[in-house]
Nanobody, 124 residues
Framework: QVQLVESGGGLVQAGDSLLLSCVFSGPSFSNRAMGWFRQAPEKEREFVAAISGGGWTTYYADATKGRFTVFTDTAKSTVYLQMNSLKPEDTAVYYC?????????????????WGQGTQVTVSS
């Protein structure tokens, strides 16, 4: 049974930073790609960043490239999203997802397991 628990969201000002965490429980964390997605009110869930199983490769949405960094700590079975230079348009509920495969993906349909989400609000 796979479970994902996100934390680290909050209310910050534009330009601030936040570190989101997603703790994975279940089998084979190091063989699974992990992704971060977000959903703003009345919008569809969109891709933010992804990392392949083992952390070998990463991939970012154009909107987050250069500001956000995704990384894992295999010993803690945790995937992180470091968010810098936050903007009001980054306001959303952030979700982490886990695949059953190692290659990363930006398609949310490729992710089998999801956390409950953590709210990030960026004020101007």
């Amino acid at each position: 049974q796979v479970q994902l628990v996100e934390s680290g969201g909050g209310l910050v000002q534009a330009g601030d930073s936040l570190l989101l965490s997603c703790v994975f429980s279940g089998p084979s964390f190091s063989n699974r790609a992990m992704g971060w997605f977000r959903q703003a009110p009345e919008k569809e869930r969109e891709f933010v960043a992804a990392i392949s199983g083992g952390g070998w490769t990463t991939y970012y949405a154009d909107a987050t490239k250069g500001r956000f960094t995704v990384f894992t700590d295999t010993a803690k079975s945790t995937v992180y999203l470091q968010m810098n230079s936050l903007k009001p348009e980054d306001t959303a509920v952030y979700y982490c997802g886990a695949r059953n495969y190692s290659p990363q993906s930006s398609d949310l349909k490729d992710y089998t397991y999801w956390g409950q989400g953590t709210q990030v609000t960026v004020s101007s």
